[in-house]
């Protein structure tokens, strides 16, 4: 038996993508709204009004003036960087030898991994993330600790086994054949679990030998509704090492197209420093970028380009804990910023719609997740738009919903969440 709840509040819903339209062309904005659900699902949103007539007798839950939005869609992070986010002074290969991998290597105890997954679970949800795509260890445990966490608060969680075959420490390394076994066993496990989806996930060409990407692959291709997850051109040291390492590549891009890996359905997280060709290929392939930009500035890697935002299928994410926030309000100010830098203002639209529907795109779930669409899961953030002094203050001269949430993107943080719903249960 289910029951229809009414959740009310200021509601915005996205109809299209505000980098392919004039930004505010692309939204509709109810100031006195509501979201039907049901059975965890939406069931349909408008004015308040409206919605109680098609809902005779509904429950309501109402936010007041707390704006309404998809819950906040986590592209690309490390769930077991968790206890080490905000670890200083180095740049990527020596924060990876330095901070990542000891920590890393403590994943093959459940224990550890149970606890760091739901400790990051709650984390993400207390900031209003409602689902994510995370890398693991190379420990198998560390991917069944990640889905049983996802499972136990009723998430939507994109998640595989990191594999790394060399430059890296002994107890962090597995091999091209276990690194296929292992992930593929796991694929069968937990892919279309529930809400759990797999996502075979090669760290990045310099931790794999081509065997291992070869193998990779191969998985994929015989798996070919999977995501994959890797890593792309994030800092200049890293370009260098790649080259040496696979000579005989193009370009980096092409260390993962020699070997199956170049998809539509792949995630290929920071991607700062592209040349022209792995641009035009990732466009041609409709491949997804991934935008961490407190990353960028956090590890010193460079600055996202803002033009690929209009060319490119984008999504954005926090990359904890090489990323140094949880939230992806504190995401989209720094996003703001880095594009800023590039020569491009963001509009407010632009940046919550990377945050939901443009991240779920990236994970081609833009029908289950990051969207208020009818038939989604009911996922949800309620906003507080005047939480904190600072932001109430600069709120209250706002001429438009715009101006109203600009200073929540810019300043707020996980006080700014009222609440957050997870296919339509409330979790605070
Ligand atoms: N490149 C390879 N592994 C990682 C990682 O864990 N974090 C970041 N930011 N970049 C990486
Ligand atoms: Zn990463």
Redesign the pocket.
Known sequence: ETMTTLILGQVLKFHGSPFEAPPEATARHDSRGAVAVDGGRILGHGPVDAMRAAHPGAAEIDHGAGLILPGFVDA?M?YPQTAIIASWGKRLIDWLNGYTFPEEARFGDPAYAAEIAGRTLDLMLANGTTSLAS?CTIHPESVDAIFEAGAARGMAVWAGKTCMDRNAPDDLRDTAQSAHDDSAALLARWHGQGRARYVITPRFSPTSTPEQLEALGALWAAHPDCLMQT?LSEQTDELVWVAELYPEARDYLDTYEAHGLLGARGLY?HAIHLTERERARLVEIGAALVH?PTSNTFIGSGLFDPSLFGTHRVGLAT?TG?GSSFSMLRTMAAAYEIAQLGGTALHPAQLLWLATEGSARALHAEDEVGTLAAGAAADLVVLDLASTPAIAQRAARAEDLWQAVFPTIMMGDDRAVAQVYVAGQAMK
Do not use: K, N, T
């Open positions: 690309h490390h890398y890593h997280g961490c990359d090489g």
